[in-house]
C-alpha cells in the first residue's frame, strides 16, 4: 500500500510546490520569493509551541531574530510595491 502513497505524495507536496513556486515567480522577484523562505523556520518553531508547548527556551535574542525576520519581508514587500 506504501507503494501507491509515495507517487501521490511526490505529486502533490513536491511538483505541487515547484509550479506554485514557477507561478508565483511570474508577478514578484525571486529575491521577494527567497526572502519569504526565510519564514519557514518561524512557521515550524510556532507550530511546535502550539501543538507540543515547546516555547519555554526562547529567549529575547530569538524574539528580536523572529522580528528582523519579518520586518526584512514587510519592507522587501513595501519596496516592491512602490517600484510598480
Not at 8 to 13: D, K, L, N
Not at 20 to 47: G, K
Amino acid at each position: 500500500m506504501d507503494w501507491i502513497y509515495i507517487p501521490v505524495f511526490a505529486s502533490v507536496f513536491t511538483i505541487g510546490p515547484f509550479l506554485t513556486q514557477l507561478q508565483a515567480l511570474r508577478t514578484i522577484s525571486a529575491f521577494t520569493v527567497n526572502l519569504s523562505y526565510n519564514l519557514e523556520p518561524l512557521y515550524s518553531i510556532v507550530l511546535a509551541m502550539m501543538i507540543f508547548d515547546e516555547g519555554q527556551e526562547l529567549n529575547a535574542s530569538f524574539w528580536v531574530g523572529v522580528f528582523l525576520i519579518i520586518l526584512s519581508v514587510v519592507l522587501q514587500t513595501i519596496v516592491s510595491r512602490k517600484r510598480q
